[in-house]
């Protein structure tokens, strides 16, 4: 349904801050299908380059080498706003606020519309039950679960076919975690939405019908969690600590 077809993305070195090299290879041959309607889940170390993969996907950087096909049709130069037409659409890990704009306005463009029935129907499948929620300004003042309901309202009311989050769970408490999960599973399992969540959160790997695996830029292992637990395990040793505030953090998945 969504093939990356030998993907590669490099960039010169005077942007990677790594020299001698002329060239970095951010993503380095990376294949696979995603299926319709399939909960995927693509971790692995900072810098790995999954957010590349997303942003490949999306249009937002321009492959160097390879191709992407999205049901059968080859979208590797299309622009972002095409792309995004066709039902791709990314939920950014840090979402931009806009001073003087309300969560109205961006659902409002989202949609397409304005009609008060259809921002209800949106609001309440993220969980908002109060209306006065949609005139809050899009500022910062909004807090880091706020904002984060906002930046999912707004991927799902454009009725994606494909939805890429980037770490969702940035910014957001432990208890907001597993609302956030069977949300996305429902909208997955409701209307045959293709997920791709990036995510280092045990709920969302757990979630996941498949979990991809990336280090240095490359898929180390496809497959479930459990086959997925020795590699993730050796990774802990010198990256996953990074992640984890504590020995007793519970979304920490060692
Ligand atoms: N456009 C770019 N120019 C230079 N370096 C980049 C660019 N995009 C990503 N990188 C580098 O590629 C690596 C992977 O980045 P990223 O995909 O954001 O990692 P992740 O999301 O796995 O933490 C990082 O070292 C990052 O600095
Ligand atoms: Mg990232």
């Known amino acids: 349904m969504l093939q990356l077809q030998n993907i590669i993305f490099k960039v010169p070195a005077s942007d990677s801050g790594k020299e001698p090299q002329s060239e970095q290879t951010i993503i380095n041959d990376v294949s696979f299908t995603f299926e319709q309607g399939g909960f995927y889940a693509i971790t692995g170390p900072n810098g790995s380059g999954k957010t590349t993969i997303a942003k490949l996907i999306m249009g937002i950087n321009a492959l160097t080498q390879g191709k992407i096909i999205f049901n059968g049709k080859d979208i590797t130069s299309l622009p972002i706003n095409e792309r995004s037409n066709a039902g791709i659409v990314y939920g950014f890990q840090h979402p931009a606020r806009f001073k003087g704009t309300t969560f109205r306005d961006l659902l409002s463009i989202s949609l397409g519309s304005d009609d008060e029935e259809k921002l209800v129907n949106i609001i309440s499948r993220v969980g908002v039950c109060s209306m006065d929620f949609l005139d809050k300004p899009v500022d910062s003042k909004l807090s880091g679960g706020e904002i984060k309901k906002i930046e999912l309202a707004t991927v799902i009311a454009r009725n994606p076919k494909v939805a890429i989050y980037d770490e969702p769970d940035t910014g957001i408490d432990l208890w907001t975690i597993g609302p956030m999960v069977d949300l996305l599973k429902r909208e997955q ?66």
């Open 189 to 254: 399992k409701e209307n045959n939405t293709t997920t791709i969540v990036v995510s280092h959160n045990k709920t969302f790997l757990e979630a996941a019908d498949t979990l991809l695996l990336i280090k240095k830029g490359k898929i180390a292992y496809t497959g479930d969690l459990a086959g997925a637990m020795p590699m993730l395990e050796d990774l802990s040793v010198c990256t996953f600590d990074e992640l984890c505030q504590g020995e007793n953090d519970a979304q920490c998945y060692r």
